[in-house]
């Protein structure tokens, strides 16, 4: 296993970071706050069921005679590189629906080739002890103002001269190949770019099982925590893991029913079971809803897709049916933000809300102008353009809260009182005339 002057300059460089930081006691504290963390015994068994299943991939590549002694180096280095990487991610795999295809597609991408490429002659051992913390250096501080608008002339430069160099540094590997060819060993360094992309795509399987165990459990726990009675959370958990196996998306949407109905024996388990496939089945088919009756739920919620609201799925709260989303106006931790609601029964939706909230005046006529403009496009929607235009006269003539009704719709617009540091919100309903309840017409609201 032999190292080139790349690699020994960034052990070096490596080793001589960690041990200045091991200088400084906070991160003396925190390393040793992250291994009693690390520790646990859920974390300690996925780490020893990942190494198990790694050696297995390489005992499954030396059978078939890719994998040898000599990509002992690339298989270490990969093993300390994806491997812990991807299980401290594990868990936000569920929630990215492109995680796989996005890491099968960086695995096979040109970059890993050019890489690969570019690592195979080195520089002397002093060129490259000064290269390595430099371009390092570089790519960091390049990395971290490409994440800032403010600091985009410093990403475009460091992002050219990055380029130039990695440019040099590819057309100087391959000028040095080429001159010692009699020397190289393609297959030996066709295997060292093989082995790392096999075991990355051979791993995959691995980490959608951990994500599905990691899902299982976390709803489980919620189970638990619903039913009280031991006994049927057994139960419930056991006809749960048979029913749905690897449909996570049906496993949450039961989850769900259990939280809030309670069953309180095993009936109403198997029936929450049923009405989980009944949803499911509902949202793929997305049946046709007569617009007399109210809007498809599945419709009304794409309504505001193309403006920045993505609504998750139609469950059952409470009382009743109910998708909602958040939007917010911008980056800052407290920028003001609008929620847009769809509610109704399972098989249709009656009520539309758009909430704005205002933390202050910072922003609040441009903000309050767009949420003017998501109002129009609402109604425009779900109701017509001729409702937009009725509704803004009734607003043109009051200054406060309105009620209109329209062709049996009913729009309505309220606020609050700003709060002590200016905070107030805004609320706009569209009830279709088949919402339960209808408030009167004639209501006048005040802000």
Not at 217 to 233: E, M, V, Y
Request: overall charge negative; hydrophobic content about 50%; glycine content about 6%.
């Amino acid at each position: 296993m032999e190292f080139n002057n790349r690699e020994i300059a960034t052990l070096v460089w490596s080793g001589i970071l960690i041990a200045a930081l091991f200088f400084n006691a906070p991160v003396r504290s925190a390393f040793r706050a992250m291994l009693r963390a690390m520790a646990h015994r859920a974390i300690l068994m996925i780490f020893a069921a990942a190494t198990i299943y790694v050696a297995a991939c390489v005992a499954f590549l030396s059978w078939w005679g890719i994998w040898t002694s000599d990509n002992l180096k690339s298989t270490v280095a990969w093993s300390l590189a994806f491997v812990p990487a991807t299980l401290f991610n594990v868990n936000r795999i569920d929630d990215d629906r492109t995680y796989f295809g996005r890491t099968i597609r960086s695995t096979l991408d040109l970059t890993g080739l050019l890489v690969f490429i570019g690592g195979l002659q080195s520089f002397s051992l002093p060129v490259e002890l000064a290269i390595v913390p430099i371009m390092t250096f570089l790519a960091l501080v390049h990395h971290v103002s490409e994440r800032d608008a403010a600091h985009a002339p410093t990403a475009r430069c460091l992002g050219t001269f990055l380029l130039i160099v990695g440019l040099v540094v590819l057309g100087y590997s391959i000028y040095a190949t080429v001159i010692e060819w009699p020397k190289f060993d393609v297959r030996q360094n066709v295997s060292e770019l093989l082995v790392p992309i096999l075991l990355s795509l051979l791993f995959l399987p691995f980490l959608y099982g951990v994500s599905v165990l990691i899902v299982y459990d976390r709803n489980f726990a919620n189970i638990s925590f619903a039913l009280r009675d031991k006994g049927l959370a057994r139960f419930a958990r056991q006809r749960a893991f048979f029913a749905f196996r690897g449909d996570l998306d049906l496993l949450k949407r039961w989850r769900h029913i259990i939280v809030q109905r309670r069953p309180t024996d095993r009936l109403g388990v198997v029936q929450a079971i049923a009405q989980a496939r009944r949803e499911q089945e509902r949202a793929v088919r997305r049946p046709y809803v007569d617009p007399a009756d109210g809007w498809s739920p599945y419709e009304a919620m794409e309504f505001l897709a193309s403006e920045g609201f993505a609504l998750p799925a139609y469950l059952w709260y409470f009382d009743r049916y109910r998708a909602s989303a958040v939007h917010k106006f911008g980056d800052a931790p407290l920028a003001n933000h609008a929620t847009y609601y769809v509610e109704g029964d399972e098989a249709r939706a009656t009520l539309l809300t758009l909430d704005l909230w205002m933390w202050g005046a910072e922003n609040k006529e441009s903000d309050e102008q767009r949420l003017a403009e998501l109002i129009a496009l609402l109604m425009h929607r779900a109701v017509g353009p001729e409702a937009v235009a009725a509704f803004r006269g009734a607003l043109d003539e009051k200054e406060n809260g309105v009620s209109l009704e329209w062709n049996g719709y009913i729009f309505r617009i309220e606020s609050d009182e700003p709060g002590p540091s200016g905070q107030f919100s805004v609320s706009f309903t569209i009830a279709h005339p088949a919402e339960p309840g209808l408030a009167s017409a004639d209501e006048t609201l005040q802000d």
